[in-house]
């Protein structure tokens, strides 16, 4: 194994090796840290707690990775390959005793999850640090649900768990647009919108895998940004339910690391360099002074950047104390609001090609003649958007952007939600549950149906037709107040 070592990489001056052990007697670890002496770390593969994944991420990355361990260690070098530079090997004595190589191409960053981040921080404090940590909670659903029919693309489960919430500082981070976040070769857990492990993506990575990418980091050094900033930035920050539901979720990490801090600022990215009027009133309500923003263009090194744990991560859970962001929200874009007039029953339209109602007339005019106000909410300024929800008692329209008002809503209403048994109306549950709505369902027939109960694009992007005769009959009681239906 050693003279593989040295026929790879012994023309190298520098070197960086892990040699992965079991606690046996292995000459060859002495070997090797004889041969490149202060450049070797040892990495049991028995150990439990932090995965090896994690341990190999804080150290690396590595010219080599020495596998004494048989066992296993085809698996391994299939997974963990990444972890070493392009032209890198990965040597590995089989199961016969044979030693093979393996060369690394991939020129990659490491993956680490939210949770996880604490222990990589731990391991190499020079990545960064833990500033402050909201416990988890659990809590069960505070609103009602009913709906025409199933949601075969809705979990709606009664209560939620919470995750711990990590507010966290790294040194010399570099961001880049649509939210990516890279510190010393790994993909930090503020590239991404939701925590848990499947949904870990972001469309601006090329994955290799659930834990590694292809290095998004540019070929020329990121001009520095000095200072100390907070990372705002969302995917699709362009995209108002992206917002409400994604961005916003990170206001309890910037509240309490500005508090601190007044001199933090807030990164964000917009090919522009401009945010819309909604975007800085929406942050300005949050407590996001416009002065406080830098809008960047392009990759930036970052001299010191905060982010944390989103309290809103769909489907998994939302945060109860999420429910004192919206609140803040509601009550200071209420306060910016015009005159009216407010109407009591309002339906929120919807304009676009995509999930739309191909009779979407007749269905509004079923909500017309219970009194509704069909609106359209972009025509409005964002604090009459806001006012408009918290003055109604009833609150209805199609699934998607405008329905996630109900969330800036300052109090429990009934809540009418036409969706169509493709789309999964994740959020609007979510929020709903959240601030005790009660929350009725009109469920209607997509033009391209889900295929054996699996997701496809075309499914969830499909029209949809309401059918008077079938979903009509619960919708009409419900327009009629009847509350036994």
Request: proline share 7%; with cysteine; glycine share 8%.
């Amino acid at each position: 194994m050693l003279a593989e070592l040295e026929r790879s990489i012994g023309h190298l001056a520098a070197t960086r090796v892990a040699v992965l052990v079991d606690g046996k007697e292995r000459p060859a670890v002495a070997a090797i840290e004889a041969w490149r002496p202060g450049c070797v770390v040892r990495h049991d593969v028995r150990s439990g707690g932090t995965r090896l994944h994690v341990r190999l991420a804080a150290q690396g990355r590595y010219d080599a990775v020495a596998d004494l361990v048989p066992r296993g260690s085809d698996g391994r070098a299939a997974r963990l390959l990444p972890h070493v530079r392009p032209g890198g090997v990965w040597v590995r004595r089989t199961a016969g005793g044979r030693v093979e190589a393996v060369t690394a191409e991939d020129d990659a960053c490491a993956i680490v999850g939210d949770a996880e981040t604490s222990d990589l921080l731990a391991l190499d404090p020079g990545r960064g640090r833990v500033l402050d940590v909201v416990p988890g909670a659990s809590w069960p659903v505070r609103g009602r649900l009913r709906t025409s029919g199933p949601m075969p693309a809705n979990p709606t489960p009664d209560h939620y768990d919470a995750p711990p919430m990590f507010l966290r500082e790294y040194p010399n981070a570099v961001c880049l647009p649509q939210q990516v976040v890279v510190g010393r070769h790994v993909v930090l857990p503020e590239t991404f919108t939701t925590v848990e492990d499947r949904r870990r993506r972001n469309v601006a990575l090329d994955k290799l895998g659930a834990d590694f990418a292809r290095s998004p980091l540019p070929d020329a050094e990121p001009p520095l940004l000095p200072g100390r900033w907070f990372h705002l930035d969302n995917h699709l920050g362009w995209h108002f339910g992206h917002a409400v539901s994604e961005q916003v979720s990170h206001l309890w990490g910037w509240q309490r690391a500005r508090q601190d801090d007044p001199s933090l600022g807030a990164l964000l990215f917009a090919d522009s360099g401009e945010l819309a009027e909604w975007q800085r009133d929406l942050l300005a309500a949050g407590g996001v002074p416009a002065g406080a923003v830098h809008v960047a263009t392009g990759p930036v090194r970052v001299e010191r950047l905060v982010g944390c744990t989103p309290m809103f991560s769909r489907p998994a859970y939302v945060h109860p104390a999420m429910l004192d962001t919206y609140d803040a929200l509601s009550v200071a874009l209420s306060a910016q609001a015009g005159a009216g007039p407010w109407p009591s029953r309002v339906f929120l339209g919807r304009r676009g090609t995509k999930r739309a109602c191909v009779n979407a007339a007749e269905l509004e005019a079923e909500f017309r003649s219970a009194g509704f106000e069909v609106v359209f909410m972009e025509d409005h300024p964002l604090a009459d958007q806001v006012e408009l929800v918290r003055r109604a008692e009833v609150v209805a329209g199609y699934a998607g952007s405008a329905m996630f008002h109900v969330a800036l809503a300052g109090a429990p209403k009934h809540v009418v939600l036409v969706v169509s048994e493709a789309y999964p109306a994740h959020n609007e549950y979510l929020m709903s549950m959240l601030l005790g709505h009660r929350l009725d369902v009109v469920v209607c027939e997509p033009l391209v149906p889900r295929v054996d109960g699996h997701f496809s694009r075309e499914s969830f992007h499909s029209d949809f037709v309401y059918r008077p005769e079938r979903e009509g009959e619960f919708l009409r009681a419900v327009l009629a107040g009847d509350r036994d239906q």
